[in-house]
């Protein structure tokens, strides 16, 4: 008697089990997410962390192209580009404080502004509200002889804090950041 109830409990939980379907996952994205860190050293709290998507060049013109000069640029590929602040600093030349933020460019031929914007968690730049602006700063532009393929974002140190440096094929720029 007891096989048989055993047996039954069996057959009533596999005819009302719901069914397993097999989970569907996209691809890999054409333009990988990377993060950035800044720390003064290897066990020391970050100071700053940037989180970007990683266009690729694919034999395709950079500047003035797939980075647009004179227009607003989400400074990465997919979602904006997002800059974490864990301390208050001073950003190029403007007083910034501990935050989460947007970070987009207006590239130039020689220079560009680089804008902090209180909005996050955004697709593009296609939203982009300037009424929302926390800090703009202008830097120049260079170029560089080595090509990078995919847009990198990169920390060096630097006098009292550390450069960002954005780069892809030759385009070269460097944004300061001073602990304040």
Do not use: C
């Not at 008697?1 to 057959?11: E, G, N």
């Not at 990377?34 to 020391?44: F, N, Q």
């Not at 935050?99 to 730049?125: C, H, M």
């Amino acid at each position: 008697m007891r096989h048989y109830i055993s047996l039954f409990i069996l057959v009533t939980a596999m005819t009302f089990a719901p069914e397993i379907h097999a989970q569907k996952f996209s691809g890999p994205d054409k333009s990988p997410h990377d993060i950035a860190y800044y720390r003064t050293g290897r066990k020391a709290p970050p100071i700053v962390k940037v989180i970007y998507g990683r266009p690729q060049k694919k034999g395709r013109p950079v500047a003035g192209t797939l980075i647009p000069f004179d227009a607003v640029w989400r400074t990465g590929a997919n979602e904006a580009t997002e800059i974490t602040f864990f301390k208050d600093v001073i950003f190029g030349d403007k007083e910034v404080k501990a935050g989460t933020y947007s970070l987009f460019s207006l590239p130039g031929r020689k220079e560009w502004v680089i804008i902090l914007n209180s909005d996050t968690d955004v697709w593009g730049a296609f939203d982009y509200n300037e009424a929302h602006d926390v800090a703009r700063t202008t830097v120049p532009a260079s170029s560089d002889s080595k090509s990078l393929e995919s847009f990198s974002i990169t920390f060096e140190p630097g006098d009292n804090g550390a450069d960002m440096y954005l780069g892809w094929d030759t385009v070269r720029v460097k944004i300061p950041i001073r602990e304040k």
